[in-house]
């Protein structure tokens, strides 16, 4: 909280350079994400600046990669309606609400491949979709797009519009039959990179955990993610993001009734995840997670992602461990 990732606009930086001594340019992807971390946290006052930041910078047709880019992402948005509406759902200002439809609504409309795709990127202000590259997983359509699409469903529980739900299940029926390659990389550093993506994929399986096929790619994907781990850990990288990221969806997936839980290695994965938290007499890294780790040493990044998805899988073990209540997956990060 005294970090300074957040600044005074509400916005969040995408992460602070501990050798610069700086924060990065505010990202509204980021800022999204911190929406839905400072509601978890129960700090409602940053989360209204935060979301107040996103409904400002909305402006009627697209929403910027940043404050003055000429970029959109698809997944970006997708993020920013999820924490438009965890701000709804939390202090009900209709207005979160409103700027949340409108955004939805216009990542079904913009991107769209007319061939039940979406581009990953457009170009502002015509909306021209980016060129594509299949070695950059960010920037070519893939199974991890579903996180976003998990912000359609969101809004269908909320407003009734079931054309936004159909949206998400179309979707969702494309990508359970084309998900299995996507962590393969030549680069095994890539590869640790598309397991985080990866990931994405399989939280958002959450809405239909029960539904047969997804309940089926839940139980294998949480099976794959510790073997590509295994077979890139002599890479020397690794990601807290991908420790956090499997260790939540474990959890979600055991409470759904979708996958048994297996305890000795979620311990194993918490413990992980723990040692990139960094404890510190400087305020501006103290408490945050070290966004990876290569060659055993830290890298320069601390991220407020990686440290919004870590505090939340720590808190949900805990919970799990001492037997509370589930969560449901709407909490989800």
């Known amino acids: 909280m005294q970090s300074g990732i957040q600044e005074p606009s509400g916005g969040v930086a995408r992460y602070y350079r501990t050798d610069l001594l700086r924060n990065r340019p505010v990202s509204t992807e980021i800022t999204g994400y911190a929406v839905s ?154 590869t640790v990179d598309r397991l985080h993506a990866f990931l994405y994929f399989l939280e958002a399986l959450l809405p239909m955990a029960q539904e047969r096929r997804c309940a089926a790619t839940l139980c294998e994907g949480i099976r794959l993610v510790p073997e590509y781990q295994q077979r890139t850990a002599e890479a020397g990288f690794e990601r807290s993001d991908v420790f956090a990221q499997l260790l939540r969806i474990r959890i979600y997936a055991a409470w759904a009734g979708a996958a048994p839980l297996d305890r000795e290695a979620a311990g194993r994965e918490a413990g992980m995840l723990a040692e990139f938290q960094a404890a510190s007499t400087d305020q501006r890294i103290d408490g945050g997670f070290y966004f990876g780790r290569k060659a055993g040493e830290w890298m320069a990044y601390v991220n407020p992602v990686s440290t919004a998805f870590g505090a939340q899988s720590l808190s949900l073990w805990d919970r799990y461990c001492n037997g509370g209540a589930p969560a449901e997956w709407q909490t989800l990060i």
Request: proline share 6%; glycine share 8%; net charge negative.
């Open 37 to 190: 971390a400072l509601l978890h946290l129960n700090e409602k006052e940053r989360a209204v600046a935060a979301a107040e930041f996103l409904c400002n910078t909305w402006n009627g047709q697209a929403m910027p990669f940043e404050t003055g880019s000429r970029l959109t992402y698809f997944f970006d948005c997708g993020i920013i309606v999820r924490g438009l509406v965890a701000a709804w759902r939390a202090i009900g200002a209709p207005r979160y609400l409103e700027v949340a439809s409108a955004i939805g609504k216009a990542m079904a409309a913009d991107f769209a491949t007319g061939e039940g795709g979406y581009h990953p990127a457009l170009q502002l202000p015509e909306k021209r979709p980016v060129e594509g590259d299949p070695l950059r997983w960010s920037l070519w359509p893939g199974c991890y797009q579903l996180k976003s699409a998990m912000a359609w469903w969101d809004l269908a529980e909320i407003t009734g519009d079931s054309s936004l739900r159909e949206a998400y299940q179309h979707f969702l029926g494309t990508l359970l039959t084309n998900w299995r390659a996507f962590p393969e990389h030549p680069d095994p550093l890539k």
